[in-house]
């Protein structure tokens, strides 16, 4: 069982940043694969951006490919979402997830929310233009 807690979340204007974190615990070594999914009102919840334990980068999504950066302090057991230029249609909430098969590490595309076994409570971000 893994715990996950988001916090960062908030309401910007459009061009302002936000860094959300996610604080894991529980059986983190065995799930080396964290991401970052958001879902605006009304629409599927979507991958942003995933990052295995030891990889020196993430992957994106196109949609914010250069504007958000992912980072983990595997010490500390926390992802981190470095999100700049935001724009209103990045509005949602922002869910942490791990938990892929046992032992695997982050695919080479972006994980399907399904594919997740643990997700945090989320955190809203808003953006206003």
């Known amino acids: 069982q893994v715990q996950l807690q988001e916090s960062g979340g908030g309401s910007v204007q459009a061009g302002g940043s936000l860094r959300l974190s996610c604080v894991a615990t529980?059986?983190?070594?065995?799930?080396?694969?964290m991401a970052w999914f958001r879902q605006a009102l009304g629409k599927e919840r979507e991958p942003v951006a995933h990052m295995s334990r030891g990889a020196g980068s993430g992957l994106y999504a196109d949609s914010v490919q250069g504007r958000f950066t992912i980072s983990r302090d595997n010490y500390k057991n926390t992802l981190y979402l470095q999100m700049n230029s935001l724009k209103p249609e990045d509005t949602g909430m922002y869910y942490c997830?791990?938990?892929?098969?046992?032992?695997?590490?982050?695919?080479?595309?972006?994980?399907?929310?399904?594919?997740?076994?643990?997700w945090g409570q989320g955190t809203q971000v808003t953006v206003s233009s």
């Open positions: 529980g059986n983190t070594n065995r799930n080396p694969c």
């Open positions: 997830a791990t938990g892929l098969s046992i032992g695997e590490y982050c695919f080479t595309r972006l994980a399907k929310a399904y594919e997740y076994r643990y």
